[in-house]
């Protein structure tokens, strides 16, 4: 691991000791409940988006399997919850409570049916689903402070919500303990358009003198941590790790909350959007060594990989995912279901997409402080983007959205391709007849020649071989083409029944390539040789 800046000792006693651990009783089909649309744009999107439904995901193995082994760490935490070896208690699919694997302070659910949906993934391995309505309540028999504390957790966060993503919080609403402790001690923020960096109560990643490049989160299976002392807090993804500020001082909270702020939790809706794998939790200061030992443990038990790559995926609602397509089913999560082979080993994939979004909005995300296009890491940094549908609903001219578009991507020093960024430009899908004359249009402009002339990726250009279009439109599944016209697009099997959004197929099929793999939008991608 690579821990870099603020030196933490270990203070107080190692709590919790070990105990046996019983095999999960069988769990049953989830029963899903609406998954909230996280925070709309502040632009509207101008195409009607139809109602959340239940989110359709498969129904688990009756008895998932954990993976190989639960990690074994060289120190014993206080308390540790594992939706694969913990007791779990499961009421309409949902986790009603769950068994402390050191036997110091259960979980259980909030409130009636708010539990995190208890699911497995492609591999098999047993996860808690929060979707931004569930959260889970830890005994009191938890006492934290927050100079004392660390907490790391496996996880995916399959689209990060447009502000906070609540983890891990000191205190609980249901035991009166809940205490301001100016954020959770495990969480994640959008700060103004900027990336999703890991933060602990209110110290954010972008604020580290360096390294904040690596603690962004993404759709991957990754292992977030936060070490907090008195001589500061030391936030890491992985096996990567940054020095921050020291938390405000609380001391002796009892109980927590897992999926949302205890002291300020607002409505449910709001909270936590994460697959949790595995918690962790040490009612003190790890030393870096045991720090190091832990997350090297918890990545080697999930088969996690260091990150050097990075897939970011930008747009509108097409990209986000509306109605069926929830947060847990858009295109960063289709991409990285543990089991799939989509995405090479240690790329990070984050889906920006976000309705009502213009080529204006991109770029406000290109330029914001501490935006996603800042983040550059070693290997290869990919953006692979679709836009336009609003624009020409809202009448901007073929001509002035392609300029919008080539001057997004090649712009001095501000540019995504300046940036040190590849892109992949995917062909607009189908929709309604009115506006397909401007979508062939863009179509016709992605695919010229000039169009690599312009962005200066033509041979010999200032970055040539960095700009690919992506025939997102011919994609083919079931025998027929699925994104090209306008009878395509009221094909409710791969549209949503507004001629606009993809429906669960379609969501899956439009990043995939279905049945023509070359036409997906990671389409040969691979690690650096």
Known sequence: ????????????????????????????????????????????????????????DPAPDPTPDPGPALAALSVAPAARWHPGFSQVTVQDGRVAAATDLQGLAGVMSVGAGLGPQALSDGQGRAFWRFAGSQALEVAAGLVCDTRAISVF?????????????R??????????????????????????RSASFAQSFGKVASSAPSGAEWLVTGAQKQVIGAVCGAAGTRLSLNERSAAVAA????????????????WSPGAAGSWGVFDLYDMVVYDRTLTE?????????????????????????????????????????????V????????????????NLGTSGNKVADLVAKRDAVNGWAAQVLPGQNVMAFEVGRNDVAAGVSPAALYSGVVAYLNTASTGVLQRGWSVRAMANIALSPALMPQIEAQRSALRAAQFLSDTGAQAGGPFAGRVSTVSTDLIEHAGAQRFATPDAAADTAYYA?????????????????????????VAGLANPS
């Open 335 to 350: 991409l990285t279901e543990p089991g799939s082979n989509h995405v090479p080993p240690g790329w990070r994939v984050c």
């Open 167 to 192: 983890y891990f919080s000191l205190g609980a609403q249901g035991q009166g303990s809940q205490v301001n402790t100016l954020g959770g001690a495990l969480e994640s923020r959008v700060i103004s």
């Open 289 to 333: 060594a045991e720090a190091q030992a832990v997350s090297e443990a918890l990545m080697q038990a999930h088969d996690i990989v260091p990150v050097t790559s990075q897939l970011v995926l930008e747009g509108d609602s097409i990209t986000q995912g509306t109605g069926d397509v929830t947060d847990a089913l858009s295109c960063a999560a």
């Open 247 to 262: 938390a405000y001082k609380v001391t002796g909270v009892s109980g927590a909350e897992i999926g949302r702020y205890a």
């Open 153 to 165: 957790m496996v996880a995916r966060v399959p689209r990060h919500p447009a502000s906070y993503n």
């Open 1 to 56: 691991m690579i821990w870099v800046g603020l030196g933490l000792s270990a203070l107080g006693a190692q709590a919790g000791g070990g105990g046996a651990i019983a095999p999960p009783p069988p769990i049953p089909d989830p029963v899903p409940v609406p998954d909230p649309d996280p925070i709309p744009d502040p632009a509207p999107d101008p195409d009607p988006t139809p109602d959340p439904v239940p989110d359709p």
């Open 497 to 521: 029944g507004d001629s606009t959004h993809p429906s669960v197929l379609g969501a899956q099929v439009r990043v995939t390539g279905g049945d023509t793999p070359a036409y997906g939008v």
